[in-house]
């Protein structure tokens, strides 16, 4: 990806997510259009090798991939996220 695309998407990403909670939901939509199935704390998941995430209080989400070897090996990726923005003071 080009350096100016990055920036755009980029960008594009921050004007949407402008709290954690929109932050999340765009996320969430990013997931979703790109295979991944939501899962929800209160219902049993019933897993496979497949793409998954969990939201949790609205602003907190985590990914994940099964992989169809997983019991022979496994990574965890981990970010944080908090308010895409900047905050200035006086």
Not at 7 to 33: G, P, Y
Request: net charge negative.
């Amino acid at each position: 990806m080009k350096k100016k695309d990055f920036n755009s998407e980029l960008f594009d990403f921050i004007d949407v997510a402008n709290c954690s909670f929109t932050c999340i939901d765009s996320i969430r939509e990013q997931l979703i259009n790109n295979g991944y199935t939501e899962l929800y704390e209160n219902e049993e998941w019933n897993l496979n090798s497949s793409k998954y995430f969990v939201i949790r209080n609205d602003a907190s989400i985590i990914a994940f991939n099964i992989g169809k070897n997983y019991e022979e090996r496994f990574n965890i990726i981990c970010a944080h996220s908090d308010t895409p923005g900047f905050n200035l003071k006086p």
